[in-house]
Structure formats: C-alpha cells, structure tokens
C-alpha cells in the first residue's frame, strides 16, 4: 500500500520556523516529484515547494521564496520542508504529494498524504 504521512505541523507565532516531514512508502519513489501543497480555508490548494528526483530541479511559489525550503533523501524515501519567518498568511492545512514527472499542477499529483495543520498566530 503507497502511503505518504506527513508530520511536523503545530502552532507557532509570527517569524518562527517549522519543518513538516513527509514519509513515504509502498514503493519506489525514483524518479517522482515530491511537493508540498497547502489550503487555508475558503482558498484553493496551492503549490508551496516541489522537487524532482534528478538534481537541484526546484519550485517555489513566490510567496515563500527565501523562506520555505524542499529537500528530499532519496535513500530513505523522505521529503521535508523547512518553513522560516512565518506569517499568518501561512496558516493553512500542508499536504505532501508524488507525481512521476514533473508537473505544479495540483491536479496531476495522484498521491496524497492526509495533511497536518499549521497555524501561525500574529
């Protein structure tokens, strides 16, 4: 059974860091994307970060550049994002998703975690 779980999210105040962690298993993940989405209430899920398995391919909505980092140990099947300077604008629920090739289209993601919450206090 393919499984991605997510963990890391919690309650922190505005300009303080997180790091989620994604899991996943079931299977080899060689060559998928692995990307972090989020959705606030009323709002679309929107892309935060992805990132290929080959090399330093990367994306990262505008919004959290300079802020939020991807990486993934391929090894061990894992993915994590590192979420400095936090503002309430952040506050949403952060899933983990696998996509084999390449894609920023939530839509083309086919594998989903269940999501953890963040929520950043102002």
């Known amino acids: 059974q393919v499984q991605l779980v997510e963990s890391g999210g919690g309650l922190v105040q505005t300009g303080g860091s997180l790091k989620l962690s994604c899991a996943a298993s079931?299977?080899?993940?060689?060559?998928?994307?692995m990307g972090w989405f989020r959705q606030a209430p009323g709002k679309e899920r929107e892309i935060v970060a992805a990132?290929?398995?080959?090399?330093?391919?990367?994306y990262y909505l505008d919004s959290v550049k300079g802020r939020f980092t991807i990486s993934r140990d391929n090894a061990k099947n894992m993915v994590y994002l590192q979420m400095n300077s936090l503002k309430p604008e952040d506050t949403a629920v952060y899933y983990c998703?696998?996509?084999?090739?390449?894609?920023?289209?939530?839509?083309?993601?086919?594998?989903w975690g269940q999501g953890t919450q963040v929520t950043v206090s102002s």
């Open positions: 998703a696998a996509l084999s090739g390449w894609s920023v289209d939530a839509s083309d993601y086919n594998l």
């Open positions: 079931g299977r080899t993940f060689s060559g998928y994307t």
């Open positions: 990132a290929h398995w080959i090399g330093q391919i990367r």
